[in-house]
């Protein structure tokens, strides 16, 4: 088991994760507020236009 990929080394569901299927596939879970896997912010929810977007890539300010 690789750290930061979804599974820990002791086969649980590491944080910031979800799973599914045998063998399990994981994927970050943008928008529960933890930073996980390739994520650039994770800030707990699904909007965008608050610097980060809603598939956890940093927006850019366009602040006036």
Request: charged fraction near 10%; proline fraction near 2%.
């Amino acid at each position: 088991n690789t750290a930061a990929d979804g599974c820990s080394a002791t086969c649980t569901v590491e944080a910031g994760y979800t799973c599914s299927g045998a063998p399990a596939a994981c994927s970050t879970t943008c928008g529960d507020g933890i930073m996980a896997g390739t994520e650039e912010c994770d800030d707990g929810n699904a909007s965008n236009g608050d610097t980060c977007s809603n598939t956890c890539m940093t927006q850019v300010c366009s602040c006036q």
